[in-house]
């Protein structure tokens, strides 16, 4: 077959659903009474941040919630108001983005990249334990690309040693496991309500944490300072204004009732995807080996920092789907992460699913490796499974997943064109 690149016939030349989706009239409703209400801000007395928050705090199974400006800001309060900062350390993911680790440096604290598990590249256990030190003040797992973590491995690592638990949730509304929703599995979580995510009003974010005192100390790492309850100019602590406005909230807080049947189309097409890429051949190399053949396969994936044995090889199938973490009882789907088991030039395979009308993502560079995080005195320990996942593992994006589950034959039908032509 010739590659579109090469002049040939896309395999697919209609768009992708468009993320985020036009609004429904439940959102236009409540924007539009926010807006004529005149009450724009989180202090104005309206009411729709304090009915996001409270609405968010209940699914994900805790008592309280606070809304913030976005993600990163969320992160660094929940560190804040768990008492994290300058002396520090606190222990974060290698296959992650880089505002979990930025995060822990805007709080004054020192981010420590420990290696991910070589099968479902989340934050490993074992490589959790190994990096704690007498610093270690925090965990951040981070529940990658809609998965959640295996938590109740990492909150047992972390009552062993007396740490805290921040779960950064960015990418996982909705998302369950072993029957309990995550964000409250730790003593904080936090959610992100970014242009690309799952919920979004452009930027935003949710902190939500079960236990009160916590709440408390993070509302007041929030909002100036202030006691919650206390009086308008008493600060009797050091705080920031990283409040949510009530029109972004007004985005959101419809968006919860339409959240599971999205997470159902997604969960729909990635299992559609997974059934056809376990019909694809070894497409054969140029010199006559298969993908599968000693000569065309990779091991760089397979490492100890595994916190259980996980197989990398694919079983001889050139494509694989990341595999979901031990106790995943729901996947929210926000990406999912394809495992490449053929040699195959990076650069080349992005550029030619793209003209195929398919592209692809190429995902994250081990985060300890980024320059300014090192220059900013990150500790990285030794991550060879992030390392493996930068050269071998594509994303398909949230908006494709949202397609019909019967076009996800044509990301098979590209991905095998290219391997063929590679």
């Known amino acids: 077959m010739t590659l579109a690149i090469h002049g040939g016939t896309p395999v697919r030349a209609t768009s992708w ?14 924007v539009t009474a926010v807006l004529e209400s005149g009450r724009w801000g989180a202090t104005q007395g309206g009411s729709t941040c304090t009915d996001l928050t409270e609405a968010f705090a209940r699914r994900s199974g805790v008592a309280y919630g606070v809304a913030v400006g976005n993600a990163t800001l969320g992160l660094f309060a929940a560190l804040r108001g768990l008492g994290v900062g300058p002396g520090d350390e ?13 995060a822990v440096l805007l709080a004054g604290a020192t981010p420590v990249v420990a290696d991910v598990d070589a099968g479902d590249l989340h934050l490993s256990a074992r490589a959790t334990e190994a990096a704690i030190t007498p610093r270690t003040a925090a965990i951040m797992p981070v529940h990658l690309a809609g998965s959640p973590a295996d938590m109740d491995a990492l909150n047992a690592v972390a009552a062993r040693h007396g740490l805290a638990v921040v779960e950064d949730a960015a990418q996982a509304h909705g998302a369950v496991y072993r029957d309990r929703p995550v964000g409250g599995l730790g003593d904080a979580g936090v959610y992100s309500f970014q242009a690309s995510k799952a919920m979004t009003a452009g930027e935003g974010g949710l902190i939500v944490c079960r236990d009160e005192a916590v709440h408390e100390a993070v509302w007041s790492v929030c909002n ?4 919650l309850g206390g009086a308008w100019y008493g600060h009797p602590t050091v705080g920031w204004n990283l409040r949510l406005t009530e029109i972004q909230a007004a985005l959101l807080l419809p968006w919860l009732d339409r959240l599971d049947e999205e997470i159902d189309r997604r969960n729909a097409f990635c299992a559609a995807l997974e059934r056809e890429l376990a019909t694809l051949p070894a497409p054969t190399r140029h010199d006559g080996a298969t993908a599968s053949s000693p000569a ?3 091991t760089g994936g397979a490492t100890a920092s595994s916190s259980m044995p996980t197989r990398t090889d694919g079983g001889g199938r050139p494509v694989t789907v990341v595999p979901q973490p031990p106790g995943t009882t729901r996947d929210s789907r926000h990406l999912l992460m394809l495992r ?7 650069a080349f395979l992005l550029e030619a699913m793209a003209a195929e009308g398919v592209p692809l993502d190429g995902g994250y560079p081990p985060l300890g490796t980024l320059p300014a995080l090192v220059e900013a005195g990150t500790r990285a320990e030794p991550c060879p499974a992030a390392e493996a996942a930068s050269r071998e593992v594509y994303w398909v994006r949230q908006s494709m997943l949202m397609d019909d589950p019967a076009n996800a034959a044509c990301v098979a039908e590209a991905l095998a064109k290219v391997l063929s032509a590679r």
């Open 224 to 227: 100036l300072g202030r006691r």
């Open 340 to 346: 490449l088991h053929v040699p195959v030039d990076r």
């Open 296 to 298: 065309a396969t990779r």
């Open 17 to 30: 659903p468009e993320w985020p989706p036009p609004l429904d009239d439940a959102q236009r409703k409540l």
């Open 90 to 102: 606190v222990i974060v993911p290698a296959y992650t983005f880089v505002a979990s680790a930025t």
